[in-house]
């Protein structure tokens, strides 16, 4: 008989608020995190554990955990065998794909990957470097770092590092010359937790919530009054996500439009709408998004 307990990995150290952000917005209630390795969260069935990303898959391949969340880049290092349920698209700082990139000191005479022939290279993604240089049959040494890697760049040849924005290696005035990995959070499975019925569903319904908030996170809902006579001139202004909502109102001359858009857009098409004869206009965040 199956235990009816889904042990979920979830990263420990920089994915780690994200994550949790992530599982409000989502619905559950998640707590102690702060303090324990084990946190609370609102579903009996559920059981969390704060793990490294970079060992994650290792646990989930193993069944240690029937699922957890990991960085595209820390299967690839560790060759791990899992199910990837979804890809989330969610990091640290931004949605957009982290970068594992090859850089030098501005001031280095190194223009291409090449040029490091015979060189040492520091890094904490290892194998994944050493796969890298071996395609370009280039000949090099790559040594684990334990951290602050920008700092060794004038120490070795040239490190491989993970960049978002690239705000830190230019901070520490170092330059790209390729980027190896490009990667983004991931939900994956245990192989056999996956022909589980109850885990199966289980995972696949925190991946249906937590893509839900993912998507809500970058939309705003819009509601307005339209008079009858201005509704086709409003109708072409706005990027409905399908089609907006429109209905009628108590005052027969008016009608009720509701529509979901871009944040980004909201700005912009506020005035727009205004000019075209919208009125009442309210936008309000949305906690999921299901398509």
Known sequence: ????????GVPKGSLQNATFDLFER????????????????????????????????????DGVLDAGFTGY????????????????RYSKATSNPARWVLAVPNESA?????????????TELVNATR???????????????????????????????????????????????????TSTTR????????????????????SILL???????????MKMNVLKKDLAKVLQLLPAEKSPTVSPLADSEYTAVEIIVEDRVERELIPQLKRAGASGI???????VIH
């Open 1 to 8: 008989m199956t235990e009816s307990i889904l042990k979920l």
């Open 26 to 61: 989502a619905g559950f209630n998640v707590s102690g995190f702060e303090r324990s390795y084990f946190p609370r969260i609102d579903d009996p069935q559920i059981q969390l554990i704060l793990l490294r990303a970079q060992e994650m898959s290792r646990y989930v391949e």
């Open 73 to 88: 880049d820390w299967i690839m290092e560790n060759n791990s065998d899992v199910h990837e349920v979804c890809e989330l």
């Open 110 to 122: 190194v223009e291409k990957p090449e040029d490091l022939e015979g060189g040492i290279i520091a």
């Open 131 to 181: 796969r890298y240089f071996e395609q370009k049959k280039v000949s090099v040494k790559v040594e684990f770092s334990w951290g602050a890697t920008e700092v060794k760049a004038r120490l070795v040849s040239g490190i491989v590092e993970l960049t978002e924005t690239g705000s830190s290696l230019r901070a520490n005035n170092l330059r790209i010359l390729d980027t190896l990995l």
């Open 187 to 206: 939900f994956i499975a245990n192989k056999e937790a996956w022909k589980d019925p109850f885990k199966k569903q289980k995972i696949d319904s925190i």
């Open 211 to 221: 893509n839900a908030a993912i998507d809500a996170k970058t939309l705003v809902g």
């Open 282 to 288: 309210i936008t309000y965040s949305l906690n999921k």
